[in-house]
Nanobody, 129 residues
Framework: QSHLAESGGGLVQPGGSLRLSCAVS????????VGWFRQVPGKEREGVSC????????TYLDSVQGRFTITRDRSKNVVYLQMNNLKSDDTGLYSC??????????????????????WGVGTQVTVPS
């Protein structure tokens, strides 16, 4: 059974760092694009970053470019989101999602959560203002 489990969220002061993990079971990340999304109550879900099934293609929301880095460990079947220099606007429920179709994670293409099939329940990141 396919399952994604996020961890690593928490409360961090502005300028701090967190590393989120998305542990995948039931399929291999080698064949799936994995994306990170965040949601704040009352606002639309945002696509934050994704990594393609090739392990090399990656995209970032403009506001996190240069601060966040997405990587994956095929041997552990885990995708990470390293978040540095966190700001209050980064607060939200961060969820990871996976999709096997080609093209859902592509440069200069907005990350669309509706295109992803498998989802985790999320981990909360809070950065006070």
């Amino acid at each position: 059974q396919s399952h994604l489990a996020e961890s690593g969220g928490g409360l961090v002061q502005p300028g701090g760092s967190l590393r989120l993990s998305c542990a995948v079971s039931g399929f291999s990340v080698e064949y799936y694009a994995v994306g990170w999304f965040r949601q704040v109550p009352g606002k639309e879900r945002e696509g934050v970053s994704c990594i393609g099934s090739d392990g090399r293609t990656s995209t970032y929301l403009d506001s996190v470019q240069g601060r966040f880095t997405i990587t994956r460990d095929r041997s552990k079947n885990v995708v990470y989101l390293q978040m540095n220099n966190l700001k209050s606007d980064d607060t939200g429920l961060y969820s990871c999602a996976a999709e096997s179709r080609v093209g859902v994670c592509a440069p200069r293409r907005p990350l669309d959560g509706d295109a992803f099939l498998y989802w985790g329940v999320g981990t909360q990141v809070t950065v006070p203002s």
